[in-house]
C-alpha cells in the first residue's frame, strides 16, 4: 500500500449523512483523499472499520491516537482486520486528572452524552506527572462525568508529545487543576478560545523551531 500521497481527516461534526449518527457521536469518522472511512467501537475492545479498504490499517493507527484501548478490527462482514495488544486499564479519580485542555464545547458534550451511562463507559489516555495524570483526550467525556456524578473512570497509561505538558502547565497556571474548573462554552466560542489558542500555539512553536534551524 502506497501512502505517500494519503490524506486522513478526521470529521468532527455531528450531522454528515455519509456516517451513522452512532459513528459520529463517537467520533470513527474519517475521510481518506476524501472518501468516507468509518470505525464503529462495539464493545469495551473491539471495532468494526467500514470503507476505504486500502486505507484501513492507516485509518486504524489514527483511530487509535484517540482510543488506543480499542485492539481488535474486524470488518462489516467480521472478519479480522487487525489486532494489537491491550492495554491495562485501571480506575483513576477524577480528582486525579490533570486537563490539557481549558473549556468544554457543550454542542459536543450533549452529543457524547448520549453513549456515557457508566463510568466504563469512559476511558482515558493518561500520563502520570507528579503522582497525578494529565489526560491527552477525553475531556468532553470527563465532563460528562463530573455532570452525572462519576467520581472515577477508566485510563490507560500512553506516552504524549511535549506539548502535552505544556498546555497542561498552561492549565494549571489558569486554575484548571481538574475537570470541576474546566469552562462549558458554546460551540462558536470555544471555536474562538480554545481553537483559536491552539492555532497560536503550534505557529510560534513552529517559529521558534525555524529560527533555530
Known sequence: MNTKDMEITRVNTYQDGRFSEKVLRQHG??????????????????????????YQKAVIEEFRFYAEHICKFYDGQGNPVAEYAPVKLFDVPLSAIQPSQFFVDREKKAAVS????????????????????????????????????????????????????????????????????????????????????????????????????
Open 29 to 54: 469518522a474519517f475521510l481518506v483523499n476524501g472518501k468516507p472511512c468509518e470505525v464503529e467501537i462495539i464493545s469495551g475492545t473491539e471495532a468494526v472499520i467500514r470503507g476505504a479498504a486500502q
Open 114 to 213: 448520549t453513549f456515557v451511562h457508566c463510568p466504563g463507559d469512559i476511558v482515558i489516555p493518561l500520563i502520570p506527572k507528579d503522582g497525578r495524570f494529565i489526560s491527552l483526550d477525553g475531556h468532553t467525556r470527563l465532563s460528562i462525568a463530573a455532570d452525572k456524578g462519576f467520581t472515577a473512570v477508566r485510563g490507560f497509561l500512553t506516552e504524549g508529545d511535549d506539548w502535552v505538558y505544556a498546555f497542561a502547565a498552561e492549565a494549571n497556571r489558569r486554575g484548571i487543576h481538574s475537570v470541576f474548573d474546566m469552562t462549558e462554552l458554546s460551540r462558536q466560542a470555544y471555536e474562538i478560545q480554545w481553537v483559536q489558542f491552539c492555532d497560536q500555539f503550534f505557529s510560534s512553536r513552529n517559529a521558534v523551531e525555524k529560527a533555530q534551524e
